[in-house]
């Protein structure tokens, strides 16, 4: 059944978009580079276009590093330099130990104290300085090497004209930890990336593990006693299973994200492919997206975005394929427990005998209160399966008749690098696979691909752990049963595993297939190669495309399962739009219709359950509803409800914020599948079930009250239209933010919050861009940054692809040589 859709009008500011992208796309060549032999500058030079977008020209990757770093740290320093601190287990000395660190994927973080005892670890055991050693793909290839001797060249380079002092970005001026870098500071930083999959559950519990009755620690002058591991009471495996399940189904919702679709030859409408882009990344600190245009002549012509600080570019496009990421369903880290002695709980069983837990002492600086320096030394135990943790995410693990140890797929994963180094040369899917398969570095993410030939790819060809469905049988303890196999009934929570450790026959076994030790073959793991589509927004692979579903191991994500509101309204939306059953002119995607994909913010939860509430509002006695002994006089929100026809989170939206208080309170904090559907869940129908909101269910009732009740409390007008709660504020000005939370269903996802005290937006649509191409020609691409290229508030665009994206605008982008001398706002850097 077709959807209703707003009607085909298309904002002015994308038909503009569009319509300067057709004509520019008339003109010029791929990039050739200014020199007369096509070899590329001799120096390094960086051509700055609209909205301060580097476009990037070199003869040879170190040149193409050094601009890259160059440009990056004129746009972002003091992120970039906190980001070393942090990996330099340095924020304790500089900052002091109890403020707030965030090493993995959310912002929450851990305490500066925890993230210097875990990086400070990394750097005792050489991890980093042993993967460098060793040849690719397990170290760097040559071009990454070349490429990050220079972007340390381009940092420091930077740094050394301005000094400390002279940084604009008031957040590090003068700032002591301001310092040049080196390359091992750059490596840290890119491996710090490829493990934080695993970094937010489970550093805690690593850097506070302690046998019964001691203390982790050796508490620092002038501090309270560390905290004691005592005796507790184990929880039941049900138990335990639960709470992590639930926990690690919240820090799901409240970190990172993304939709990704490639569109086919049999999608699109006036070429040959196109690529949607849209992952969902914090809107401050270290994971930060930075767009940058990179090329060498004869080897390289890619643009798009990466973290950072990472000299390439991780989500973008070349001439022939543009591909993005989107957040996978894998957990890139395995459990094993491990049974104790009870006399002596550092000694562990293993195939009948005892063996000692590794002991290490590890210690950082801190700054007391008063500004002197202490130092805190923290005993952290391993086996031979990894580090001891006793919680994940927030969760006790008791170590008391057994711990649990934890194997990080990633922690001997700098691959990644050599991924990203060979997506960005691929001529088309098959290489994108190729790169995939044969580095398998990819850390935690699926990638979708489309290229010039036609062809959408969807592949889920990542670090995995070797864990065959056979194995997981054998080996999973109780809890792990629990986690592993039912974490079904929450969609998008990723299948963990926790083995039985007192055999050894449990460890991950090598496959002769992997790239190392421990890895699932890349041959078991899915992918998908379509001409109509294929997408994802962070379910598991199963249905990448509904006509074609995908088996796979079940530690990489479940199947027969409901899906996410945001897969049911991918899916939808690609389908309607190829069916021409939307409401829109014509069949398949153009650069129009892929724009109103995410900027019609469009609510797949209001599609599904919005008429059923407001009979449900219709419906009450004088409209009253009880709350908590209150009665709440519902009726005003009735008409308010009912005039929202267009289901959108646009900013100018009236009922979109009652609507979401609603469904907040609706879901508390349980999978869709759970709530009063009329039509359950089906596997055979995932996309259209569960469906039917039954009006007459108590919860309904309750639910509306109390989202009336917090809204009115709160003073905020049940009609308030949407900009006047989601903003942020940028040199005082207030600028609206579309989109909303990815329960809703909304594709445009945004997770507002508070940042400084003021309202922001802690994590959502960050880099978006989408791609067409054509038989022949340069790609055609639209884009916008949607937190602009720089956090220094001084910076002409801190907050000038932030207006662009509030008013749903697109960057028209400047691919070819003729296009980047063509732009009005040239200005022209060289690095002599």
Same mark, same amino acid.
């Given at each position: ?25 008339? !003109? ?8 007369? @032999? ?15 977008? %580097? ?70 055991? #050489? ?18 090497? &070349? ?34 870098? !080196? ?43 560390? %905290? ?50 849209? $992952? ?158 044969? !580095?398998?570095?990819? $850390? ?20 995995? $752990? ?69 997408? *994802?927004? *962070? ?52 650069? &129009? ?42 009726? &005003?929100?009735? $008409? ?9 989170? !646009? ?26 559907? #009329? ?14 909101? @039954? ?138």
């Amino acid at each position: 059944m077709a959807r209703r859709r707003r009607g085909a009008r298309l904002p002015v500011v994308v038909a503009a978009a569009v319509a300067v992208m057709s004509t520019m796309a008339a !003109t010029g060549s791929p990039a050739t580079g200014p020199a007369a @032999d096509g070899r590329g500058p001799d120096k390094p030079t960086i051509r700055y276009t609209e909205y301060g977008i %580097p476009h990037i020209i070199a003869s040879n990757w170190e040149g193409l590093g050094t601009g890259y770093g160059y440009a990056a740290a004129k746009d972002n320093i003091c992120t970039l330099a906190d980001t070393y601190l942090m990996v330099d287990a340095q924020r304790s000395r500089y900052l002091g130990p109890d403020g707030r660190a965030s090493p993995g994927q959310s912002q929450n973080g851990t305490s500066n104290l925890n993230s210097d005892l875990y990086f400070q670890r990394i750097k005792d055991n #050489r991890v980093v300085e042993r993967l460098l050693d060793q040849p690719a793909p397990n170290g760097p290839e040559p071009e990454v090497k &070349e490429a990050i001797r220079g972007y340390v060249q381009g940092y420091n380079r930077y740094l050394a004209e301005t000094g400390a002092n002279g940084i604009t970005d008031p957040a590090c001026r003068g700032a002591a930890w301001v310092r040049p870098i !080196t390359e091992l500071d750059v490596y840290r930083h890119a491996h710090a990336e490829i493990i934080m999959g695993s970094a937010d559950p489970l550093l805690d519990g690593q850097v506070n593990a302690a046998p019964p009755g001691a203390s982790a620690s050796a508490a620092r002058p002038g501090s309270a006693p560390a %905290p004691t591991s005592a005796p507790e009471p184990s929880p039941s495996p049900e138990e335990t299973a639960a709470r992590i399940r639930e926990a690690m189904a919240v820090s799901r919702e409240q970190s990172m994200g993304s939709n990704a679709l490639a569109v086919g030859s049999q999608g699109v409408s006036g070429g040959t492919s196109m690529m949607l882009a849209n $992952p969902h990344f914090p809107w401050q600190g270290k994971n930060r997206m930075w767009q940058s245009h990179l090329t060498i002549p004869g080897k390289l012509n890619v643009s798009g975005a990466s973290l950072l600080g990472l000299p390439a570019v991780n989500i973008g496009y070349n001439n022939d394929v543009a591909w993005s990421h989107t957040v996978a369903t894998v957990a890139p880290f395995g459990l094993f427990d491990v049974q104790v002695d009870p006399f002596d709980p550092t000694k562990y069983l293993v195939d009948g005998a005892w063996e000692r837990m590794t002991s290490q002492q590890v210690g950082v600086d801190v700054r007391n209160a008063d500004g002197s320096l202490g130092r805190v030394t923290r005993t952290l135990w391993s086996t031979r399966y990894g580090p001891i943790t006793t919680s994940m995410q927030g969760q006790p693990l008791p170590w008391v008749v057994s711990a649990h140890a934890v194997r990080d797929v990633n922690m001997d994963n700098l691959r990644a690098l050599n991924t990203w180094f060979r997506l960005d040369q691929a001529k088309d899917v098959d290489e994108v696979v190729s790169a995939l398969e044969t !580095t398998q570095g990819v $850390p935690f993410f699926n990638t979708v691909a489309s290229d010039r030939g036609g062809k959408a790819l969807y592949a889920d060809i990542q670090a995995t $752990p070797n864990i065959t469905d056979e194995h997981a049988r054998s080996c999973l303890t109780l809890t792990g049963q629990l986690l592993f196999n039912q974490s079904l009934r929450l969609p998008n929570v990723p299948p963990i595993s926790i083995f039985d450790g007192k055999r050894s026959e449990c460890d991950w076994p090598d496959d002769p297939n992997a790239v190392a030790p421990g890895l699932l073959d890349p041959r078991k793991q899915p992918r998908l190669i379509r001409s109509d589509f294929v997408g *994802n927004a *962070n379910d598991s692979a199963w249905l990448a495309n509904p006509e074609q579903p995908l088996s796979f191991p079940r530690v990489m994500g479940d199947t027969g399962a409901p899906r996410s509101l945001r897969t049911q309204e991918l899916i939808l939306t690609a389908q309607n739009r190829i069916n021409g059953t939307d409401g829109l002119p014509g069949r398949g995607f153009t650069p &129009e219709t892929m724009g109103r994909l995410l900027f019609a913010d469009n609510s797949r939860a209001a599609d599904l359950a919005l008429n059923a509430t407001v009979a449900m509002c219709r419906s009450r006695p004088f409209g009253l509803i009880l709350v908590d002994g209150n009665l709440v006089n519902v009726s &005003e929100a009735c $008409p308010i409800l009912a005039a929202w026809t267009d289901h959108d989170y !646009t900013s100018s939206s009236r009922g979109s914020l009652l609507f979401a208080n609603y469904w907040y309170f609706l879901l508390g904090g349980q999978g869709i599948e759970k709530l009063p559907w #009329r039509v359950p869940f089906d596997p055979k129908d995932p996309v259209h079930t569960p469906n039917s909101l @039954d009006p007459d269910h108590s919860s309904v009732r309750d639910a509306f009250g109390r989202a009336v009740f917090a809204m009115r409390k709160a003073g905020i007008a049940l009609n308030a239209p949407l900009s006047d709660v989601q903003k942020v504020t940028r040199g005082g000005e207030q600028i609206p933010i579309h989109g909303s939370i990815g329960q809703l269903g909304v594709l445009n996802v945004i997770t507002p919050g508070q940042v400084d005290g003021k309202p922001d937006v802690v994590f959502g649509s960050s880099f978006v861009q989408q791609v067409r191409f054509t038989a022949d020609g340069p790609p055609q691409a639209l884009s916008v940054l949607a937190y602009s290229q720089s956090a220094d508030p001084s910076s002409p665009h801190h907050c000038d692809q932030t207006k662009l994206f509030s008013a749903g605008g697109w960057v028209t982008e400047r691919f070819t040589e003729d296009l980047i001398a063509a732009s009005p706002a040239l200005r022209v850097v060289v690095l002599d």
